[in-house]
């Protein structure tokens, strides 16, 4: 493994330790919903703290989505 760590960061050294337990795939489907479910949860924080920075309201919202974005 030590091969491998100088090249891939700490989430897949953690990842491949999981997957060299071979899970059932039912239980692989999970692990990917529970970190997909993760990440999407980060990535909510991550834009209410940008909202919250720029005050950001509801009506900004509507006018980006009818905004016409052609190139």
Known sequence: MQVF??????????????YANDV???????IKLLLAKYFA????EAMDEIWEEKNLS????INWSNEHNRR
């Open 24 to 30: 059932k795939d039912e239980q692989l489907e999970e």
């Open 41 to 44: 949860q980060k990535a909510t």
């Open 58 to 61: 509801e009506q900004d919202m």
């Open 5 to 18: 760590e100088k090249s891939l960061s700490n989430v897949q050294i953690e990842l491949l330790r999981l």
